[in-house]
């Protein structure tokens, strides 16, 4: 079983930056794949953005593409998303996933609300 925990949301203000993190523990291996989700009011899950187990390869939204950057510590078992010039339609609860081809394990969520 693998656990993970989504931190770093909050409210800010359209234009500016948030970094979330999210740590997996329990059964974890570095080779798992790591992403992000989010989900907003009255909406369908929606991806955001993933990357490899060594960070070689990232993959993005295309309405986030160029303002939000994913990354990985595999050392830490951690993956975060760095979000820059936030929009109000970015504001949602975000879903770290972790991924190891067969089961796909999800956190919480982390609200994120971006003010106009």
């Known amino acids: 079983q693998v656990h993970v925990v989504e931190s770093g949301g909050g409210l800010v203000q359209v234009g500016g930056s948030l970094r979330l993190s999210c740590a997996a523990s329990?059964?974890?291996?570095?080779?798992?794949?790591m992403g992000w989700f989010r989900q907003a009011p009255k909406k369908e899950r929606e991806f955001v953005a993933t990357i490899s187990w060594n960070g070689g390869y990232t993959y993005y939204a295309a309405s986030v593409k160029g303002r939000f950057t994913i990354s990985r510590d595999n050392a830490k078992n951690t993956v975060y998303l760095q979000m820059n010039s936030l929009k109000p339609e970015d504001t949602a609860v975000y879903y770290c996933?972790?991924?190891?081809?067969?089961?796909?394990?999800w956190g919480q969520g982390t609200q994120v609300t971006v003010s106009s």
């Open positions: 329990g059964r974890t291996e570095s080779s798992y794949t």
């Open positions: 996933n972790v991924s190891d081809g067969a089961h796909d394990y």
